[in-house]
């Protein structure tokens, strides 16, 4: 079974950072893009940033030069530094990974959300 798993969410005040964590396991032949959404009730998810295998990225414009997505392909992980954070940054942020399984078949995989809370 693939998993998907994210972490590090939590409260700071607005200026402050947090460090997310998402880790890929399971019967897995490559991964392609890996990135994070977030999602505030009663509004879409919406892309922060992603990351291809070779190292691009790409990032939304709200959180440009504020947030920074690194990967480890070795480890099967991607990070999301935040930095001066703001309360419009208040959200369940959720990893994202895009996983062939056999070598063919592209499939899309969510972790379950972290909350991340910025306050004023």
């Known amino acids: 079974q693939v998993q998907v798993v994210e972490s590090g969410g939590g409260l700071v005040q607005a200026g402050g950072s947090l460090r997310l964590s998402c880790v890929a396991s399971?019967?897995?032949?490559?991964?392609?893009?890996m990135g994070w959404y977030r999602q505030a009730p009663g509004k879409q998810r919406e892309l922060v940033a992603t990351s291809t295998s070779d190292g691009s990225t790409n990032y939304a414009d709200s959180v440009k030069g504020r947030f920074i997505i690194t990967r480890d392909n070795a480890k099967k992980m991607v990070y999301l530094q935040m930095n001066s954070l703001e309360p419009e940054d208040t959200d369940v942020y959720y990893c994202?990974?895009?996983?062939?399984?056999?070598?063919?078949?592209?499939?899309?995989?969510w972790g379950q959300g972290t909350q991340v809370t910025v306050s004023s």
């Open positions: 994202n990974a895009k996983i062939n399984v056999n070598g063919f078949i592209r499939r899309n995989y």
């Open positions: 399971g019967s897995i032949f490559s991964i392609n893009d």
